[in-house]
């Protein structure tokens, strides 16, 4: 392939990082990727506080990253990830209804987070032209004018430490929900993104424990959601090498505790008596490890009349959904198969169609997160025109997914962006979900 330009820096080497610079790696004769880490750390990065709670390649997700790396899922699981059934092999709770469990074509892989970046960091190395400067944060935007970005200015040990100026072709901004290029785009005189946001007061807290992969005769992940009398919910999840990840999650003041007895409590609470069995009796591998989500948000870089040229953001600082939905790696490769397209028609102005595609993308899944968040009263934000008529009926669609496979499986394709939330109200579905049943 002719090489696009001479060189692109990737800031960030999470995942969006990673299948950015995997991308870009066969447009560019070089890639630097930027990442503040040290590296070689054991276990999650200090830089994803996520990384000790569940992750899951499920639904779409598993089809972007095949056409991304090829092969990718099963190598996941030959190297020990759990492939399980979306439907046969998941208890799932939602809105005080169990769905149905049955078997479809749904397939998911189960393991941890640093598992699933070891994969992608594998075939990343593999590109000959592209290096990882661990260690290094970027400190300031080159730009000899406003309207175009020629590089950027990094550091060592965050910015107390040896400087350097990159020169780059494009400069991909993968930092994070904070991200770099809002700080960038105030100092270079250009107006930041609207910004759409739900304060979802989200907390959840998680350990690793240990215990057999088929230690349930069927189920390999078990979910309790939360209910309008208790908005706390609970992950039990299995992973690889023999682990399972036990998360518990709260909205508003229902927050999960981190000290270890009243976790427990607070899982004892939670889980079925079957599951709380295989827990209490599991080996308890780590301490309990946090994180917060005060709000959910997406950045209207689409909607923006001026944007610089060579720079581009992706990852958590374009759109940040409800983790507990499993979207954030799918988002990852859907974003870097934009790149990848848009990599084709040039450079110039490659912004434009970027941010376009990349809210095109996310919308559908903002939609729905959005909307099943606001179920709960301790969720604030703008409330979408029909949103209430919206809810009602997603509750009616759980209802129903109690009873019936087949809401139940399309609901599930829904939640994980197979399909638009449309789906959910095509006349066979409606009549379904509408269907009176009695008590």
Sequence with gaps: MTATGTHAVVLGAGMSGLMAAHVLAQHFTRVTVVERDAGG?????????????????????????????????????????????????????????????????????????????????????????????????????????????????????????????????????ATGRTGRARAWLTELGYPLPNEEQIQVNLAYASRIVGCAPDVFPRDRAIAVGPRLDRPRGLYFTVQEEGRWTLTVYGYGDHRPSTDPEEFMDQVRALAPDDVWAVIRDAELLTDVHSFQVPRTFRRRYDKLARFPEGLLVTGDALAVLNPLYGTGVMYSAAYALILERRLRDGLDGIHRGFFRDAARAVAGSWRFSSLSDSFFPSVGGRRAPGSGVALWYLRRVVAAAELDSAVAAEFIRVAGALHSPIALARPAMLARVLKPRSN
């Design 41 to 173: 750390e054991v276990g999650p990065r200090r830089g994803v506080p996520q990384g000790w709670h569940p992750h899951v390649l499920a639904l779409k997700a598993n089809h972007l990253l095949e056409s991304l790396f090829p092969g990718l899922a099963e190598q996941y699981v030959a190297d020990g990830g759990v492939p399980a059934g979306m439907l046969s092999q998941h208890r799932l709770f939602y809105y005080g209804h169990w769905l149905r469990q049955s078997e479809t074509e749904l397939e998911t892989v189960w393991a941890s987070r640093p598992f699933l970046e070891d994969g992608i960091r594998e075939r990343i190395h593999a590109h000959t032209n592209l290096t990882v400067r661990h260690g290094w944060e970027a400190v300031a935007p080159i730009a000899k004018t406003p309207d175009r970005i020629t590089g950027v200015t990094v550091a060592r040990g965050g910015g107390g430490g040896e400087a350097e100026d990159l020169a780059a072709d494009l400069v991909v901004d």
